[in-house]
């Protein structure tokens, strides 16, 4: 009988595999929900239908990150470390950092290609179109001067690069709403105006037609009714927030809702909830004579 080749004995102390895939399941959804609590902080805990939409992608794409980081990680010092439990807890250790500086080298990247952004479209001092400027002032000067002063500067003063990125940088909130409604306000920047701290900038930034899909989108779900109903007053918000805002409760946000030209098909009978309201009544009577 042809002996059999001696299998290599497992090495002592190291976990199965199979612990090694409870532990990456559990650290993926520790990711994951720490992800969503976020998402929630950003929209003031009010967890409810419109972000039920969003909130499943926040915590599969967090978690499938965590669990190819940990993989990836593992396979590296599996040929170095005895996989026990210490080495484990090294893995999901590394692994919550390795997720970390991900998240802080997009951040960075992203924000360093809309400054350069901003200063090319700013380049000389940009104006909006049609509108008579005030001149270019330097940086320092409208650092110095007062409110009402920086305020017509964001409204209608011509603007280089440096001017943006004060202005946006501007302690009142005033004079930051007023350059979120700028017409020459770079695409990017006006994106990042949407996650503003005040929701008086962040309504300013709902109201531009040039607003993105993707902000309007996140907009819709904002924690301050003010921000939503901005979304809702846009004429070229997109089908997918006014999803979001016909699923809450503000009869005024419904029937902007009810009444919008981008409301398709499928929003108009989200707001058939029952209620009798005039939004409900609105939406049956365009799905009757077909105006969705």
Known sequence: MTPQPNKPAPRRGALPLRDSIVI?????????????????????????????????????????AALMLFWLLRAVLGRV????????????????????LLHLMLSRGMQGVMEEKA????????????????????????RRADAGERRATAERGRLDAEGFALLMRDPDEAVRAALARRADLPQDLLQRMAG?????????????????????SRLAIDRDEG?????????????TALDLLASGLSPQIRLLVAGHPRASEPVLRRLLNGSGDPAEALARRRLAGGGA
């Open 24 to 64: 990456s399941l559990t650290l993926a959804a520790t990711v994951g929900l720490t992800e969503i609590a976020y998402v929630l902080t950003l929209a003031g805990g009010d967890f409810g239908g419109r972000l039920l939409a969003v909130l499943p992608i926040y915590f599969l794409a967090a978690a499938s």
């Open 227 to 239: 921000v939503r109903l901005a979304v809702a007053q846009n004429r070229d918000a997109p089908p």
């Open 119 to 142: 200063q090319a479209a700013a380049q000389g001092g940009s104006c909006p179109q049609g509108l008579n400027c005030l001149p270019l002032r330097p940086a320092q000067d409208v």
């Open 196 to 216: 503003d701290p005040s929701p008086l900038v962040r309504a300013a930034a709902a109201e531009s037609p040039r607003q993105s899909d993707d902000a309007l």
């Open 81 to 100: 470390l005895l996989l026990d439990m210490p080495a484990h807890a090294v893995l999901a250790l590394l692994t919550f950092l390795a997720v970390g």
